[in-house]
């Protein structure tokens, strides 16, 4: 895409969230992004086609040139890719059909290079954790602590995977260090849960930065999508993987997405503050045992009940007892019978994940409103007896 002299002022990341990808409206006439549904594009040079398709082939490299077929790139889409490269700080960024496609595209990079070996760290987001464990993609996973991924560092390593705040404990990592033990390996940062309005990865250290866009950037809870940040090195060989195994975003995805990063920053701050307020009451309520929130804070927020977290599921009436996360409204999901239900059961609690956790996305709505539910939901007949169970210990 086209860049003015403008581009290379630093603004701030509130800024960018709303000009970014669209640098070139103005001189094109227009003020809202077009949306470019073809799937083809004329071109009566196929002498220059042919040059263009070997040089991509080649290099994974994108030209300036008109688009050739949906495949391979989509103008529309490729604002989204900007914006959001910008915002994470780094040169590239490169969409996918959904979060999986973009976690997948990554690993399928590192093993055409012979690299099949994956250091992980749990919890990670349960398909994700899956995926690497079922080897699928014909990688082999070793799981570790931060401290023991130098060590487990070989020679096919090919990436090393993290999630911070992660999904769904929120447990914090020390990205800064997890990048030191990575040596030369790259290290992935999935950073779904923060957006680069809480944290930016790349300046931790970590190479790639992954986005289940279908979360925070899309933020209305009505698109699906993956992206991953990174250099344009990289980029290149995820453009080549994109191209022929066929997960891309769909132009009307990048459309939605580009729209949403507009009020990320907005979005983030806002919910943030309503999630802290939450985690203030919850965590002075006998009816809630533990309560995970991270430093760096966030709309996520995880806690454990007394009673049975079900009844909290079958209770709530304005929050929506859903999976995903990131969507302008309030949704409250039970991990292990939900997204962290195809994990082994003895991998998920031993990373945390306890059968009383659950796992909350508070939305834009009035804290007021949201905690009247919870606490209603709290109250179910088994939190009211935990309550009590409370109260008679502490009188007792
Ligand atoms: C949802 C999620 C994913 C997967 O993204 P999809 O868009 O659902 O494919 C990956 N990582 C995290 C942390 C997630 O929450």
Aim: charge should be negative.
């Amino acid at each position: 895409m086209a860049t003015d002299d403008f581009s290379a002022v630093s603004r701030a990341l509130a800024t960018e969230a709303v000009h970014a990808g669209r640098e070139d409206l103005a001189g094109l006439g227009l003020h809202a992004p077009p949306l470019d549904l073809s799937t083809t594009y004329p071109s009566y040079d196929s002498r220059d086609e042919a040059a263009r398709i070997d040089a991509f082939a080649a290099t994974g490299a994108l030209d300036d040139g008109p688009p050739v077929y949906a495949r391979l790139s989509n103008p529309t889409v490729a604002r989204f890719e900007t914006a959001l490269a910008k915002l994470e700080g780094t040169e590239s960024a490169v969409s996918f059909a959904s979060g999986m496609a973009a976690l997948t595209a990554v690993l399928l990079v590192r093993a055409s290079l012979g690299l099949r070996h994956v250091v992980a760290v749990r919890p990670l987001y349960g398909c994700s954790d899956h995926l690497l464990n079922a080897g699928l993609l014909g990688t082999e996973v070793t799981w570790v602590d931060p401290a023991g991924i130098a060590d487990a560092i070989r020679p096919d390593t090919g990436l090393v995977l993290v999630e911070s705040p992660a999904n769904p404990t929120l447990r914090e990592l020390d990205l800064r260090a997890i990048a030191h033990s990575c040596g030369s390996v790259p290290l992935l940062a999935d950073n779904t849960f923060a957006t680069p309005v809480l944290q930016r990865p790349v300046e931790s250290g970590a190479r790639l930065v992954l986005h289940s866009a279908t979360k925070y950037l899309g933020g209305h809870g009505d698109v699906m999508g993956g992206i991953v940040a990174c250099d344009e090195e990289f980029a290149r060989k995820l453009r080549q993987v994109r191209f022929t195994t066929g997960g891309v975003l769909h132009p009307f995805a990048g459309y939605l997405l580009l729209r949403g990063l507009a009020t990320l920053p907005v979005r983030v701050r806002a919910a943030s503050a309503t999630a802290a307020e939450l985690v203030a009451r919850l965590s002075a309520d006998p009816r809630i045992s533990a309560v995970h929130y991270p430093r760096i804070g966030g709309a996520m927020v995880a806690f454990e009940t007394v009673g049975d977290p079900h009844e909290v599921i079958g209770s709530v009436r304005l929050i929506t007892p859903a999976v995903s996360l990131g969507s302008v409204d309030t949704l409250i999901q039970h991990p292990a019978s939900i997204s962290h239900r195809i994990v082994d059961a003895g991998d998920r609690r031993s990373s945390g994940v306890s059968d009383r956790l659950l796992r909350m996305s508070v939305g834009l709505e009035d804290v007021e409103d949201l905690w009247a539910d919870l606490d209603q939901a709290l109250s179910g007949p088994r939190g009211l007896r935990a309550r009590d169970g409370r109260r008679t210990e502490a009188a007792s």
